[in-house]
């Protein structure tokens, strides 16, 4: 066990735990945060989403010791984010979920497109989603929600 302090959701979080521990978790077992979820654990759903320094990130198979030095943003803090509330808010304008498995990634995986790039084509925002999975097949609302939250972000 080594002592592992990491910086998410803009708090400093300290926890006991094996250093080889995924990342994924560590945010759910040990912090209580849910809202990244475990898919396929093999980093090929995209359901365990993270941000990291802005970045997506996938949190199921990368120890959390790597993330030591980064500022980790879940899910649960994207509302309080200006980009990432324009993408919560405009998923829930376009219905974009069924079983909601998927959508936290989905979000985060938006979020940090419209943070690099406020204005993408739909190339630029089906290869962002490109790796995230849905069994309920809600990509075209999803497609819709990424139009409208990238709409409200070029507009300022
Ligand atoms: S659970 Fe991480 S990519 Fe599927
Ligand atoms: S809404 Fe169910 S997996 Fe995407």
Redesign the pocket.
Known sequence: MTVLVLCVNGERRETAVDPSTPL?FVLRNEFGLTGA?????????????VLADGERV????RPAAEFAESEIITAEALERDRIGERVQSAFVAETAAQCGYCTP?LVVAATALLKANPSPEEDEIRSALN?H?CRCGSHASVLAAVRHAAAGTADG
């Open positions: 994924i979820k475990l898919g396929c654990s093999l980093e090929q759903c995209g359901a365990c989403a996938l949190s199921c198979n990634g790796d999975l």
